[in-house]
Nanobody, 126 residues
């Protein structure tokens, strides 16, 4: 069965940090661009960051630049999202998506991703 599994979410105070993981099973991530998205209640799913197949190219939404870092370890079939200086507005369910055919101009279009995980809740609150 092909699936992505996110983990690492939780409750953290403003200014704190979390590291999310996205692990694949049933297929190798080597040939897929991986992106992190998030969805807050009542809002659309929005792109947070993506990383190219070998990790040489990354991109971030303006709202998280300088605070979040995406990375991947293809040997472990896992992609990470290090989130620092968290703010209450970062509160959302975070999803990872995998996409085989990639165009960086539409990386934030969630409809174009082939596989999704079930999501992990991140809550930033004092």
């Amino acid at each position: 069965q092909l699936q992505l599994v996110e983990s690492g979410g939780g409750l953290v105070q403003p200014g704190g940090s979390l590291r999310l993981s996205c692990a694949a099973s049933g297929f190798t991530l080597d040939y897929y661009v991986i992106a992190w998205f998030r969805q807050a209640p009542g809002k659309e799913r929005e792109g947070v960051s993506y990383i190219s197949t070998r990790g040489g190219t990354t991109n971030y939404a303006d709202s998280v630049k300088g605070r979040f870092t995406i990375s991947r370890d293809n040997a472990k079939n896992t992609v990470y999202l290090q989130m620092n200086s968290l703010k209450p507005e970062d509160t959302a369910v975070y999803y990872c998506g995998a996409r085989r055919v990639f165009n960086p101009t539409n990386w934030g279009n969630a409809l174009l991703y082939d596989y999704w995980g079930q999501g992990t809740q991140v809550t930033v609150s004092s």
